[in-house]
């Protein structure tokens, strides 16, 4: 297997998506295994695709991606993250178009924490008058 072109990270809520970039066909392996396996619903795979549909570059590169935490839509998004910084830095003529796509922004949005004397983070036991 030769050494990748690049590294780059990806994060979405609790998920890392590290990302790695080898010249090829087009191919896109999660934890070893094809992204078809991985991700069985088709909008987390097109949702995943959707960098390289925008920079029109789907044949160019196998994508080899080790995801780590969070559920299955916050590892698609991890790995959605990581393959459109990877494509902006191996072209940065194509990080014009990623970014008005908004594909370069990292979506901040993480788990509020619980607080004490609730039951979850603002979901509050049941008020009893008597």
């Known amino acids: 297997m030769p050494s990748p072109l690049i590294q780059v990270t990806g994060r979405r809520k609790s998920a890392v998506a590290r990302v790695r970039f080898r010249p090829g066909t087009g191919t896109i392996t999660v934890n070893r295994r094809p992204i078809e396996v991985y991700f069985p619903v088709a909008s987390l795979r097109s949702a995943v695709a959707e960098p390289l549909r925008v920079a029109s570059l789907g044949e160019a590169y196998d994508i080899d991606a080790t995801l780590d935490g969070g559920g299955i839509a916050g590892q698609a998004g991890a790995l959605r993250l990581g393959i459109a910084r990877g494509l902006a830095e191996l072209d940065p003529?194509?990080?014009?178009?990623?970014?008005?796509?908004?594909?370069?922004?990292?979506?901040?949005?993480?788990?509020?924490?619980?607080?004490?004397?609730?039951?979850?983070?603002?979901?509050?036991?049941?008020?009893?008058?008597?």
Do not use: H, V
């Not at 014009?96 to 509020?112: I, Q, V």
């Open 93 to 130: 003529d194509l990080r014009s178009g990623l970014k008005r796509a908004g594909l370069l922004t990292r979506d901040a949005r993480e788990k509020e924490s619980k607080k004490y004397g609730l039951k979850k983070a603002r979901k509050a036991p049941q008020y009893s008058k008597r």
